[in-house]
């Protein structure tokens, strides 16, 4: 792709956050230049895998019938190292010129079964099972005391922060509003405040008309490549219906991202040849609800495609050697 003024890089602004990303239009790769790339697989032996056993004091498990410790799907479990735990929550301490809280809430891992078979390559079904256990934990923690926000996410990878190769995805309810959902719940709105309707929703239209960045949709969510792109082949997912809180997904609309979820990380695993990734929830925190009725929730894919360098650690502006209409073109048409 080419610049539209011919120079060889495109600057484009991102209408949530109002973050810059570089599209290196003059170093442009192809497509399937990515796909290329050898990747190392991280797989670690099975007899050695702390996620192969059921878990009798399991939080949450999901099966086919009444015996989940024999025919279980998923199942949730507390995390054995937890990044927040129990203490004293709202409350701040001084050091210095300094302050600091303690790290409390939940942390918790939401397993499936097969010791090799990522999201990607699971039925509808299966990942369907996997927004429900998101969706339920969501609620049972949501109204905690000291939870502000909810945050999940699958690592998948060892580049993408993965430790265990067995499929998991974690969920960790903090004290706090992450910077980065900060961010796009402050863009929001503003977007709001000035055009009276919703940010994402306005994208959702022009990108259902425009065509050329949308991977795929099914009745209720749509799977894009976001106008600026952080990475090469970085995708999101939205709901279609307007809907600050993921939680509140009906059960229609979770089987429909749960195929959205996979048809977008399959097209992903075929087409790049399994890349490492990252995937997580980006929604309105558990308090306050009123003030987030401008917000859409949706997924964020995060491929491991680059490497951040002087420039990019040095500005905080990323650069993407793939124009996001091109990556879309491609993965649309990877068959699964």
Known sequence: MKSKGGSISELRRDLVSGDWVVIATGRAKRPDDFAKLEKPIFLQPRDKCPFEEFFPLALAVYGEDHKPEKDWLVQVIPNKFPAFGKGICAVMFKEGIYEWGEGVGFHEIVITRDHTKSLAAMSDQGVGQVIRAYQDRYLALHNSGCVEYISIFYNHGREAGAS????????????????????????????????????????????????????????????????????????????????????????????????????CLAKLYRGLKNPDFNFFLHTAPTRNLKKYGHYHWHFEVIPKTAIWAGFEIGTGIEISTIAPENAAEFLRKVKI
């Open 164 to 263: 265990i190769s067995h499929p998991h995805s974690q969920l960790i309810a903090i004290p706090v509003i992450p910077p980065d959902v900060a961010r796009s719940l402050r863009g929001s709105a503003e977007y709001f405040k000035k055009e009276k309707k919703c940010v994402h929703c306005a994208i959702l239209k022009y990108e259902i008309k425009e065509k050329s960045r949308i991977v795929y949709e099914n009745d209720d969510a749509v799977v894009l490549t976001p106008f600026a792109s952080k990475t090469a082949f970085e995708m999101r997912i939205f709901p279609k219906k307007h809907q600050p809180q993921f939680e509140l997904i009906s059960e229609e609309e979770r089987w429909s991202i749960g195929n959205a979820l996979r048809v």
